[in-house]
C-alpha cells in the first residue's frame, strides 16, 4: 500500500513538472520569440549628427539601409588575393638569394638593368627610374655581379584599359634566364587593376620577387620585403633641385599650403567613399583639395550636385 502511494506521489510530481515547463518556460520561449521578432522589425534610424548640413550625403538613406547583395564577402577577397599572392610569406631570408651579393669577390650591393626590346613601350615616369638607377653607383652592366634585377619592361600601369598596358608580362619574365621565379627580382608598380574594382592583381605573376608598389593594401604588404612607395604622376622631376636646410623656429612651416590634393574623384568603386569626403578639408586658403567627376567613359551616368562645381575648380 504503502508503495503504491508512493508511485502516485511520483506520477503527480511528473505531471506537475510538465505542466510548469510547458506553462512556464513555453510560455517564456514564446514571449521571448515575439519580443524578438517584434525588435526585428524596429526601423533603426540613422544617428542625426549635429554637423548634418555640412556633411552632404552622397547616397539616398534608403540606399545605406539595404543590403545590394554583390558586395563581395570577405572569403571571397581572400580567395581573389591568394590567387594573385601566391607568395604571400616571402621574406628575405626566405625568399631572397644573399649568396649573389657576394660574387667575384665583391662584396657590395649591385643592380642589373634588363635591356628593353626594340617594340617596347617604355613611359616617361618608368624611363625616369631606370635612368635614375643606371645613373647611380649601384649600377651594372654584368648581369654576373648582380645582387637584384630590375625589369625592362614598364609594369607601372597594370590597368588594362590604359593604353601603357603591356601585354603577354608573364610569357617573357619566363623566358629570362635569371628569372628564378623572381627571386633577387624587384617590380614597380603604380597602378593595378581596372574600373571599378581596382583589384591589385598585375596580370602576371610575380613570384617570389619584391614589390615597390604604390597603394600597397595592408593585408598583402609582405614587411621586410615588399616597398611602399607615394604615386607619383609623369611630370614628377627625375632629380629634385637644391638641397633643402631646416631652419630653426619655423612651426607653423613658412609655406603657403600645408595640403594640397587635385585628383580624380570616383563616383563610383573602391575609393569612391574616401575621395568624395576630401571636400570637407579643403578650406581654399592653406588646405586646398581639388578634384574631378570626368572619370570614365560614363561618368555622367552617376554625377552628383557637386560635380559641375567640382570640374570648373578643377579646370580652372
Not at 590597368?159 to 598596358?165: A, I, T
Request: hydrophobic share 30%; with cysteine; proline share 4%.
Amino acid at each position: 500500500m504503502q508503495a503504491r502511494k508512493k508511485y502516485v506521489l511520483l506520477g503527480l510530481c511528473a505531471c506537475c513538472w510538465l505542466l510548469l515547463f510547458y506553462w512556464g518556460g513555453g510560455v517564456q520561449l514564446r514571449v521571448l520569440r515575439l519580443l524578438t521578432r517584434h525588435r526585428g522589425e524596429v526601423v533603426r534610424f540613422w544617428p542625426n549628427w549635429t554637423d548634418r548640413a555640412f556633411l552632404p550625403r552622397y547616397a539616398h538613406l534608403e540606399e545605406l539601409q539595404t543590403d545590394s547583395g554583390i558586395a563581395e564577402s570577405p572569403r571571397q577577397r581572400r580567395q581573389a588575393w591568394s590567387a594573385i599572392y601566391k607568395d604571400s610569406r616571402c621574406r628575405m631570408e626566405t625568399c631572397f638569394d644573399f649568396s649573389r651579393c657576394r660574387r667575384r669577390g665583391r662584396e657590395g650591393f649591385r643592380v642589373y638593368i634588363y635591356p628593353s626590346e626594340k617594340n617596347d613601350r617604355v613611359s616617361e615616369s618608368y624611363r625616369k627610374i631606370l635612368t635614375s638607377i643606371a645613373e647611380s653607383r649601384y649600377y651594372t652592366t654584368d648581369p654576373r655581379e648582380a645582387c637584384l634585377f630590375v625589369l625592362g619592361i614598364d609594369t607601372l600601369d597594370r590597368d588594362q584599359l590604359s593604353g601603357q598596358f603591356v601585354q603577354n608580362v608573364d610569357d617573357r619574365i619566363r623566358g629570362y634566364p635569371l628569372w628564378n621565379d623572381g627571386r633577387n627580382h624587384l617590380i614597380f608598380n603604380l597602378y593595378s587593376g581596372t574600373w571599378p574594382n581596382y583589384t591589385e592583381d598585375l596580370g602576371f605573376n610575380i613570384g617570389q620577387a619584391m614589390l615597390a608598389k604604390a597603394s600597397l593594401n595592408t593585408e598583402h604588404f609582405r614587411p621586410g620585403f615588399d616597398i611602399s612607395i607615394p604615386l607619383f604622376s609623369k611630370d614628377h622631376p627625375q632629380k629634385g633641385g637644391e638641397r633643402g636646410w631646416l631652419v630653426r623656429n619655423t612651426v607653423p612651416p613658412r609655406r603657403k599650403y600645408m595640403l594640397m590634393f587635385k585628383g580624380k574623384r570616383y563616383l563610383t568603386g573602391i575609393g569612391s567613399d574616401t575621395r568624395n569626403a576630401l571636400h570637407h578639408i579643403h578650406n581654399g586658403k592653406d588646405i586646398v583639395s581639388l578634384t574631378t567627376c570626368k572619370h570614365g567613359k560614363d561618368w555622367e551616368k552617376h554625377k552628383d550636385a557637386r560635380c559641375d562645381h567640382d570640374n570648373l575648380e578643377y579646370e580652372r
